[in-house]
C-alpha cells in the first residue's frame, strides 16, 4: 500500500475517472480545460492527478482508487452527482448576464483564455466564443458611429 493519501476532490475525480472506459487515458492526455470542464472539477484538481500519474507511487495510488470504484458499481441514486450536461445549455445572452454581475466582469470573457471562461461560467466553449464576437461586433459599432449632425 503506497503512503500517498487522496483529497477527498481527487477521490471525486478519480470516481468521475472510473465511469469512463478510458477515462485515465482522458485524464492524463486531453487538453487540462477539456478534462476541467467534461468531468466538472476544478483544473487544479486536474493538475494535481496529473502531478500523482507524473510518479510511480503516484501512479499506482490512481490505479488502485480506480480499480476501487469501479469494483463498487455506479453511485446509487441517493449519492449521484448531478448529471454532466445541464437541463437546459447557457445560451450567449445568459454568459454576458452573468458575467456583468460578475466580479471579473465582461473584460474577463473577452481577455482570459475562451477555456478558462468556460471553466468559470459553466458554458460551453463554443459560447465563449460567440460571446466574444457579438461583443466585438458591439464595439465596432460603438466606433464607428458618427456624431449627430448638432454635436
Same mark, same amino acid.
Given at each position: 500500500?503506497?503512503?500517498?493519501?487522496?483529497?477527498?476532490?481527487?477521490?471525486?475525480?478519480?470516481?468521475?475517472?472510473?465511469?469512463?472506459?478510458?477515462?485515465?487515458?482522458?485524464?492524463? @492526455? *486531453?487538453?487540462?480545460?477539456?478534462? *476541467?470542464?467534461?468531468?466538472?472539477?476544478?483544473?487544479?484538481?486536474?493538475?494535481? *492527478?496529473?502531478?500523482?500519474?507524473?510518479?510511480?507511487?503516484? &501512479?499506482?495510488?490512481?490505479?488502485?482508487?480506480?480499480?476501487?470504484?469501479?469494483?463498487?458499481?455506479?453511485?446509487?441514486?441517493?449519492?449521484?452527482?448531478?448529471?454532466?450536461?445541464?437541463?437546459?445549455?447557457?445560451?450567449?445572452?445568459?454568459?454576458?448576464?452573468?458575467? @456583468?454581475?460578475?466580479?471579473?466582469?465582461?473584460?474577463?470573457?473577452?481577455?482570459?483564455?475562451?477555456?478558462?471562461?468556460?471553466?468559470?461560467? &459553466?458554458?460551453?466553449?463554443?459560447?465563449?466564443? @460567440?460571446?466574444?464576437?457579438?461583443?466585438?461586433?458591439?464595439?465596432?459599432?460603438?466606433?464607428? &458611429? &458618427?456624431?449627430?449632425?448638432?454635436?
Amino acid at each position: 500500500m503506497s503512503g500517498i493519501i487522496l483529497s477527498p476532490e481527487l477521490r471525486e475525480l478519480i470516481g468521475r475517472v472510473a465511469e469512463y472506459p478510458h477515462g485515465l487515458g482522458f485524464l492524463n @492526455q *486531453a487538453d487540462l480545460e477539456t478534462v *476541467a470542464v467534461t468531468l466538472e472539477v476544478h483544473p487544479f484538481v486536474v493538475a494535481e *492527478a496529473r502531478r500523482l500519474l507524473a510518479t510511480r507511487e503516484g &501512479r499506482a495510488a490512481v490505479i488502485a482508487e480506480v480499480g476501487r470504484q469501479r469494483a463498487a458499481g455506479p453511485p446509487s441514486e441517493t449519492t449521484a452527482r448531478a448529471p454532466a450536461t445541464p437541463a437546459r445549455p447557457m445560451g450567449v445572452k445568459e454568459l454576458l448576464r452573468r458575467a @456583468q454581475g460578475h466580479p471579473l466582469g465582461l473584460s474577463f470573457v473577452t481577455g482570459a483564455p475562451f477555456e478558462t471562461v468556460a471553466v468559470t461560467f &459553466r458554458a460551453h466553449p463554443f459560447v465563449v466564443l @460567440q460571446a466574444r464576437t457579438l461583443l466585438e461586433r458591439r464595439e465596432e459599432r460603438k466606433g464607428n &458611429r &458618427r456624431p449627430a449632425s448638432g454635436d
